[in-house]
C-alpha cells in the first residue's frame, strides 16, 4: 500500500496504515477512486445537460467520503462501493452519452475480494507512482484529498436536503481531469477551485444545520454524568444524533456527545430534549481509553473511529458512511440495537457533578455582541483575535496549542473549532468585559461559521481580512482539513500557521508557491510564534 494522505502517515503508510488501515482495504479504496473516475466522466456530461438522477450525486460523496482518514475500514463496504460505482457508470453509458474515454471508462471489477485487491494494486501505481513531474502528483493530490474533504460535507449537507450541483460538478470535473494531462498551472487552478467548491459546501452545510436545528445558542455543557443507563454519540452528523433523540426519548436513557459532537449541545432543536445531558471524554485519538470505560452503548456517526477494543466491540455500533469489520453497522437509522444494548449495559452508578463547558459561538452568536467587541477593539481592551483550531491527534508535538492557548496575553481573544479544542476546552480563561476570551465556533464542519465571523469584522474595521488583529493557528489531521485550508487559499488569507507538522504530499516546490503567495508558516515554538505575531 502506499498512503500519506493524513498527518500521521508513515510517510507513506506500506505495511499497514498508522491508523489501521490494512493494505487489502487500503487497495480496495484506491480502487473505488479509480472508478469513480471512471463513473465521473459520464456524470459531468450527464449533469450539464441537467440530467443527471441525483442518485449518482449522493452515491459519489459517500463513496469518497468512505475513503477520508479513520472513516470506513470495512474491505466488504468498500467492494460494494466499487460495484456499485462500476453500475451506475454502465448505467449511465447505456443512455449513450457521448465521452472522451479514459481508462477508468472501461475498468471491469474482478468477482473476488482478492482479484479486486491486485487491481486495487495496479489503480494505486496509476495514481501514485505513474507521474513524470512531483509538483502535478502533489497538486492532484491536494485536489484528491480536499475532494474526499468536500464530499463529506456535501453529504452532511445533502443528508438534510441541501445540496448544489456546482459542487457535483467540480468533484466530477476534478475526477475525470485526474486521468488527463493537465500541467502546473491547470493544477494549481484545480486546487483553488476545490478551496471555492468546498466554502460552497459549507456553506450549504451551515444553511442546513441552522435552519433544521436553529442557530446555536451559548450554552453550558456538563463534564460529568447522570445516575442511569447511557449512549455516547461520536462523530460529525447532527441528523443522527436527532433520529437517536428521537427513539430514547422516556425509555430512561441518557445521551452524552463525545469528540466532535459536543457542539451540537447548543442547537436550540437538539439542546430541547432533556435527557440529552452532557459530553463524554474528549477527541477521538482517546476513544480507546474512553470508551472502554463508558458503562453503556456507543454510537459512531462519522470519522474519526479507531481499532475498537475487544472490551466495548460488542457496544459500539456505526451508522452511515462509517464501518468497522466485525462491528454492527446500522443502515437504516433505526436504531433498536444500540438502544437495547445501552438498556442491557449497567450505565452510570450515580450523578457525578462536575464541570462545564460554553459551546455555541457560532456567527449568529459572535456577531450579535459585533458592536460590543469592536468597542474593546478600538478601546485597546481586545488587542488581538487567534484562531485556535483544526484536528487534533496523538503526536506529542500538539501539546503547542494547549501551550499557546495558555500563554496568549490576557488582552487576546481566541476562537476555536474542531476536535483540537479538546487540548484546552475546558480551561478557565475568563473574559473581557463580558466577552468570554474562549469561544467554541463549533465542529470542523463549522469553518464556515468562522470564515463569516472574520469577513463580518474585516467589513466593520473596513479592512481586509490580511489586516485585520486575527491570526490563524491551525493544526490539521485530515481530509476535511486539507479541504478547509484551500478554502482559504482560495480567500486569499495569508500567514497561516500550520502543524504539528506539514502535509507529506506537499511537494518542495507547491511549498514554495504557497509560501510565496500566501507566507503559509510551520508552527515554531509558542513563544517565537506569539512574539512575531504581537511584535
Ligand atoms: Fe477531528 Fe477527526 Fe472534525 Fe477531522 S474528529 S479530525 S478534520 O476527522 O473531523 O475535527
Ligand atoms: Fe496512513 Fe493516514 Fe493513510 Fe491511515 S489514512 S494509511 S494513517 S496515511
Known amino acids: 500500500m502506499f498512503c500519506r494522505q493524513c498527518e500521521q ?7 499497514l496504515g498508522v491508523c489501521g488501515k490494512q493494505p487489502d482495504t487500503a487497495y480496495l479504496q484506491d480502487l473505488l477512486t479509480y472508478a469513480l473516475q471512471g463513473l465521473a466522466t459520464y456524470a459531468k456530461e450527464e449533469l450539464k445537460e441537467g440530467k443527471l438522477d441525483s442518485k449518482v450525486n449522493r452515491f459519489t460523496v459517500e463513496a469518497l467520503f468512505s475513503t477520508l ?3 470506513n475500514f470495512d474491505s466488504e463496504a468498500i467492494k460494494n462501493f466499487i460495484y456499485e460505482a462500476v453500475n451506475l457508470r454502465e448505467e449511465l453509458k447505456g443512455k449513450g452519452i457521448k465521452v472522451q474515454e479514459t481508462e477508468a471508462c472501461n475498468f471491469k471489477p474482478a468477482d473476488s475480494l482478492e482479484e479486486l485487491v491486485k487491481q486495487g494494486e495496479d489503480a494505486n501505481r496509476k495514481l501514485f507512482h505513474s507521474y513524470q513531474n512531483e509538483d502535478i502528483q502533489s497538486l492532484k493530490e491536494i485536489t484528491l484529498y480536499s475532494l474526499r474533504g468536500i464530499a463529506a460535507y456535501a453529504d452532511h449537507a445533502a443528508i438534510l436536503g441541501k445540496e448544489d450541483n456546482s459542487v457535483y460538478a467540480f468533484i466530477y470535473d476534478a475526477l475525470d481531469s485526474m486521468q488527463r494531462n493537465g500541467d502546473l498551472n491547470f ?23 441552522t435552519g433544521r436545528y436553529g442557530h446555536p445558542v451559548p450554552t453550558a455543557v456538563p463534564l460529568g454524568y447522570k445516575k442511569g443507563k447511557a449512549i455516547v454519540v461520536s462523530g460529525h452528523d447532527l441528523r443522527d444524533l436527532e433520529i437517536l433523540l428521537k427513539q430514547t ?4 436513557i441518557y445521551v452524552y456527545t463525545h469528540g466532535e459532537m459536543l457542539p451540537c449541545h447548543a442547537y436550540p432543536e437538539l439542546k430541547k430534549y432533556k435527557h440529552f445531558y452532557g459530553h463524554y471524554g474528549t477527541a477521538w485519538q482517546n476513544q480507546q481509553k474512553e470508551f472502554a470505560q463508558f458503562p453503556g452503548a456507543i454510537l459512531m456517526t462519522t470519522n474519526c473511529i479507531i481499532r475498537p477494543l475487544d472490551s466495548y466491540k460488542d457496544r459500539i455500533f456505526t451508522t452511515g458512511v462509517v464501518g468497522w469489520p466485525g462491528v454492527k453497522h446500522i ?5 433498536t440495537p444500540v438502544i437495547e444494548k445501552a438498556l442491557e449495559l449497567p450505565g452510570f452508578p450515580e450523578d ?13 452568536a459572535v456577531l450579535g455582541v459585533a458592536d460590543k467587541v469592536i468597542e474593546l477593539v478600538k478601546a485597546g481592551k481586545i488587542r488581538h483575535f487567534f484562531l485556535v483550531g483544526g484536528c487534533d491527534g496523538a503526536k506529542p508535538g500538539r501539546s503547542y496549542y494547549t501551550e499557546f492557548v495558555e500563554k496568549a496575553p490576557q488582552d487576546t481573544v481566541i476562537l476555536t473549532l474542531a476536535c483540537g479544542k479538546f487540548r484546552f476546552f475546558d480551561k478557565e480563561l475568563g473574559s473581557i468585559d463580558g466577552i468570554p476570551r474562549l469561544l467554541d465556533v463549533g465542529q470542523c464542519n463549522d469553518a464556515y461559521s468562522a470564515i463569516q ?17 486575527l491570526s490563524l493557528i491551525l493544526s490539521w489531521f485530515e481530509q476535511k482539513a486539507v479541504a478547509i485550508l484551500t478554502t482559504l487559499l482560495y480567500l486569499g488569507i495569508k500567514n497561516i500557521r500550520l502543524g504539528p507538522s506539514l502535509p507529506a504530499f506537499v511537494s518542495p516546490n507547491v511549498l514554495k508557491v504557497l509560501v510565496d503567495n500566501f507566507n503559509i508558516k510551520p508552527i515554531k515554538t509558542v513563544d517565537e510564534d506569539l512574539k512575531e505575531i504581537l511584535g
Open 9 to 15: 502517515t508513515a510517510n507513506p503508510c506500506t505495511k
Open 69 to 71: 482518514t479513520n472513516v
Open 187 to 209: 493544477w494549481l487552478n484545480m486546487v483553488l477551485k476545490a478551496g471555492e467548491t468546498n466554502l460552497r459546501a459549507m456553506e450549504l452545510l451551515d444553511a442546513a444545520n
Open 249 to 252: 426519548e422516556g425509555k430512561g
Open 331 to 335: 443502515k437504516d437509522k433505526d436504531f
Open 352 to 364: 457525578k457533578e462536575s464541570k462545564t463547558v460554553m459551546v455555541g459561538f457560532a456567527r449568529n
Open 453 to 469: 465571523i472574520a469577513l463580518a469584522l474585516s467589513k466593520a474595521f473596513n479592512v481586509g481580512v490580511n489586516e485585520l488583529p
